[in-house]
């Protein structure tokens, strides 16, 4: 009898140990515990996910430091994210962002650290046991030099658009080392495949090479984790909207009345950009007044149209008015509506799509001297 009641407890607890386990890979929590120096007793600690296209922090946990130390715990969903780390009551003394992932980490460093502004890192704070910060340090070093190199190719672009003619030879050049440009920082991506930090950092790449069919082939190779994490599920939604794709149809009321609809003017196009802008929108305005009204002028008999979509509201006399001050001839409808479609690319204006003969995708965030090579290209082959 004894012996059964053993045979029995034994049964009962290996079934308990299994349920946990089991409990605990369908629910993997991170747990962090520090060594960092100069904290201060009963100081608050703050833990959160950082926010992406323009939403709000998400807490995650928070303690006081006790005996010069805190620990904080929780759960990552679809991870790895990116998260802040502030320490301090009122004015934080402490500040610092890594990847975070259900993993076992400590955190070593010094309250009066600083952050390399070049490479955004402390290298005196460190994450210790998790590979989710490692993967972005691997990146991040890279990624900083090329977005230093690609910065200063565009203040050079800026600086000819406003000092100078149009030039095709001298934009070739340009538009060609820009090209060497983004085969360096695909091949970036290409060798890192595997890092879990991936789909992050191609959400911070400028909306013209994040377009490139590429990136598609490259997310479909990569890990599932990866393409599963949130950033991944991100990654996925910003790729049904790269070259080669159909562009999103929609129709709407023109400034005049009539109803236009996508496949109606890409029907007598050869090629069609749908500029995406606002009355209240300097950079857009300025952006028409000194590039896109002469191009559209200059191409529009080769095949050239546009489509402006505003966000204003259709009755607004703002947008009526900024229609005949800047002198826009080609299409305009306006509606939140189609920008919708187009997120996250419509996102931030001044923004523009380009779209070929077929309805298909085949450039993004073109302005400028660059849109005028493009079309020059476009339009002599």
Sequence with gaps: MNLLRKITFVTFFIVIMIDQSVNAQKNPRFLITSSIMGLKEGEMVRLSLEPIYGGHEMPIDSCEVRKGAFKLQGHISDGPRLVILRIGNTKYQFERRFML????????????????????????????????????????????????????????????????????????????????????????FAFNLYNKSLPYFFLSLPPYIRCDSFFVTLYRNMGEGSRNSYYGKLMKGVLQLSEGNLAP?????????????????????????????????????????????????????????????????????????????????????????????????????????????????????????????????????
């Design 101 to 188: 992932d259900n993993e076992k980490i400590k955190l070593q460093g010094k309250i009066g650290s600083q952050v390399d502004k070049y490479f955004a890192v402390d290298t005196s704070f460190h994450v210790i046991g998790g590979r989710a910060e490692i993967d972005r340090r691997i990146l991040i070093g890279p990624l900083v030099i090329w977005n230093s190199g690609i910065y200063k190719l565009r203040i050079y672009l800026d600086y000819l658009k406003d000092s100078t003619e149009y030039n095709n030879q001298l934009m070739e050049a340009l538009e060609n080392t820009k090209l060497i440009f983004e085969n360096e920082i695909k091949n970036v």
């Design 249 to 381: 149809e929609f129709s709407s009321s023109t400034v005049n009345g009539p109803i236009i609809s996508l496949k109606g003017v890409i029907d007598k196009s050869k090629l069609t950009i749908v500029d995406f802008w606002g009355s209240t929108c300097g950079p857009c305005r300025k952006e028409f007044r000194s590039s896109l009204v002469p191009l559209y002028k200059e191409f529009h008999d080769k095949g050239l149209n546009v489509i402006g979509v505003s966000w204003d509201d259709y009755k607004s006399e703002k947008w009526r008015k900024a229609i005949l001050d800047d002198h826009l001839t080609w299409y305009q409808v306006a509606g939140q509506d189609i920008f919708a479609l187009y997120k996250p690319w419509s996102g931030a204006s001044p923004a523009n799509v380009l779209i070929d003969q077929n309805g298909r995708i085949v450039a993004w965030n073109l302005f400028g001297m660059e849109l005028h090579c493009y079309l020059d290209r476009y339009f002599r082959n």
